[in-house]
């Protein structure tokens, strides 16, 4: 045993460290969805392989070694959300990390274009008479792909139109609303719902909606709900009800920051 801890070298310390604060960033990403009861089986199988590799069970670690091996490939099926999502948590971390190395740049930068007040109104007219509405605004990501699911708009944006097209008898009023470049690209357009057991059952569908696809995009989402009116934004898969005369502010300083 003392050989053993004399072998042991301060690299080999960092490197289960760096593990361990892995494999706890992993766990607090699933937590709360249904995945988290493979991942705790995976971690468990490898454990027992190293297990079985030093004990010297040659038969028993050939099989544990094969299912590792080919489940490696299953994994990246299985968890391709929870890895998409880690993947955009570790850029938009970066990109956090640049921007605060850069002041300088920042300090020129004048963030997103869009015509905010208009944004907001519409909202605050809406939440008066409790008119639900689900409104998207991209940032670096355009969402190409949840465009495509929608009805191609194209025009100004106005608040006439944003509530014309979520009045309750419009056909396109179903859905969410994609806002890019200061345009109202499409509406009607279908989000991803988010997996989280951890949201407040109040919230309905389209803040599960909102939930989900700023979860795993860079985007801003405004919600207005059907049931009691109240305007919420929605941020890196975070719920912040924002009461309607701050929401312009509320909305601005998030577009530029």
């Not at 998207?136 to 097209?165: A, F, H």
Request: charged share 20%; net charge neutral.
């Amino acid at each position: 045993m003392l050989n053993l801890f004399i072998q042991i070298r301060i690299v080999d310390i960092i490197d289960i460290v760096l593990v361990a604060a892995l494999l706890y960033t992993l766990y607090r990403l699933l937590k709360g969805t249904g995945a988290i009861s493979i991942f705790v089986g995976i971690v468990a199988i490898f454990l027992l392989w190293q297990l079985v590799n030093a004990l010297q069970m040659e038969l028993l670690s050939s099989i544990l070694g094969a299912f590792v091996n080919v489940g490696f490939i299953a994994l990246i099926v299985i968890f391709q959300p929870e890895i998409r999502r880690f993947l955009f948590t570790i850029g938009i971390q970066t990109k956090n990390d640049n921007i605060k190395s850069f002041k300088l740049f920042r300090r020129k930068s004048k963030g997103i274009s869009m015509d905010t007040e208009s944004v907001c109104r519409a909202c605050q007219s809406m939440s008066n008479i409790k008119q639900g509405a689900l409104i998207v605004i991209t940032r670096q990501n355009t969402l190409s792909d949840i465009v495509l699911t929608g009805v191609t708009i194209d025009g100004e944006i106005s608040k006439p139109l944003i509530e014309n097209i979520f009045f309750k008898n419009s056909p396109l009023h179903d859905g969410a609303m994609i806002l890019t470049d200061n345009k109202i690209v499409a509406a009607r357009c279908i989000l991803p719902v988010t997996n989280n057991s951890e949201i407040p059952g109040h919230f309905g569908l389209r803040h599960r909606a909102a939930v989900g696809v700023t979860e795993n995009n860079d985007c801003i989402v405004l919600v207005v709900s059907e049931e009691t009116g109240s305007i919420s934004l929605v941020k890196n898969g975070k719920i912040t009800t924002v009461q309607p005369e701050d929401l312009e502010e509320t909305l601005n300083h998030e577009l530029i920051s």
